[in-house]
């Protein structure tokens, strides 16, 4: 089984769809023994407001089957730099990034790999827009499950945040140089949408581990006062 997928910048009408995302992931991932998302941080009105500023500035993407929103991410290109300086890293901070967040993938899709495609195709696109050498990520800092996924796919511990007024403190990082391209089916494109094609699940493929649909990131550092 082949799925035919398309990727689309997500427009200001395609914020309902966002946050169907997000929900849905939000009541599964107790499920998973974890607290991830159980609250909205910093508080609901400035979470949404968050997700349309993403939106609003062309950063987050969907990927779509005809109808059916499969799966989101939204890629910045500019590090918060304070949850990414040089108190809390063990890397360089400074060296160009693409910094990944709210990667979603619904649960009729899990298993798929989607989400480390999506990581890879940021990587690449940040690499040849601006010579981004790393994809970060700040994961829910108890989310352990998800830390090892991660580091599965790639990703290596870089520094942690430890304030604890915010909950996504754990910090990885992947190098660009370390995604294939040949291993990739979403293509590099020019634009705002582009078509491809993904292998579907295997009969009796499971689809309960914990992977991107226990999101990265939580947004922008919402700074006290």
Same mark, same amino acid.
């Given at each position: 089984m082949t799925l035919n997928l398309r990727i689309v910048r997500a427009k200001d009408a395609d914020l309902p769809v966002v946050l169907g995302l997000i929900e849905d992931a939000r009541n599964w991932l107790p499920t998973k023994d974890t607290d991830q998302w159980a609250k909205p941080y910093p508080d609901l009105d400035r979470k949404i407001a968050r997700v349309q500023e993403s939106i609003e500035r062309g950063e987050t993407w969907i990927v779509w089957e005809g109808a059916t929103p499969v799966a989101t991410v939204t890629i910045?290109?500019?590090?918060?730099?304070?949850?990414?300086?040089?108190?809390?890293?063990?890397?360089?901070?400074?060296?160009?990034? +693409?910094?990944?967040?709210? @990667?979603?993938?619904?649960?009729? &899709?899990? /298993?798929? $790999?989607?989400?480390?495609?999506?990581?890879?195709?940021?990587?690449?696109?940040?690499?040849?827009?601006?010579?981004?050498?790393?994809?970060?990520?700040? +994961?829910?800092?108890?989310? @352990?499950?998800?830390?090892?996924? &991660?580091? /599965?796919? $790639?990703f290596a511990g870089c520094g942690e945040y430890d304030d604890r007024r915010y909950p996504s403190g754990a910090l990885f990082q992947k190098p660009v140089a370390a995604i294939e391209l040949e291993t990739l089916h979403i293509p590099q494109f020019a634009g705002f949408s582009a078509d491809f094609s993904l292998p579907g699940k295997r009969a009796g493929q499971a689809a309960g581990r914990l992977g991107p649909t226990a999101p990265a990131g939580s947004g922008r550092l919402a700074r006290p006062g």
């Open positions: 910045k290109t500019e590090r918060d730099s304070v949850l990414w300086s040089d108190r809390t890293c063990v890397c360089n901070a400074a060296e160009p990034a +693409v910094y990944v967040h709210r @990667l979603i993938t619904a649960r009729k &899709y899990s /298993g798929l $790999g989607l989400g480390s495609e999506l990581i890879g195709w940021a990587g690449l696109r940040g690499s040849r827009s601006y010579g981004a050498k790393w994809v970060r990520v700040d +994961v829910w800092t108890t989310n @352990l499950l998800l830390h090892k996924y &991660y580091m /599965g796919i $790639g």
